[in-house]
């Protein structure tokens, strides 16, 4: 995930990934899928620009 945030200037630890959610620990497995194929698949139809992306 990182290194598809990397290729938009983005920063998985910056202010804009972070919001308060309500959860004990880590996010599942299954979530951690979605949020890289969806990452993904935004990055493809992006292709390489930032405003499509975000």
């Known amino acids: 995930m990182g290194d ?5 200037g983005l920063d ?7 919001a308060a959610m ?4 880590r996010h599942p497995e299954a979530y951690h899928k979605f949020v890289f194929q969806n ?3 935004a990055a493809t139809e992006a292709g ?7």
């Open 22 to 25: 309500p959860h004990l620990g």
């Open 48 to 54: 390489g620009n930032l405003a499509k992306f975000l």
């Open 4 to 8: 598809i945030a990397k290729q938009y």
């Open 12 to 18: 998985l630890n910056g202010a804009r990934n972070k």
């Open 39 to 41: 990452m993904q698949r």
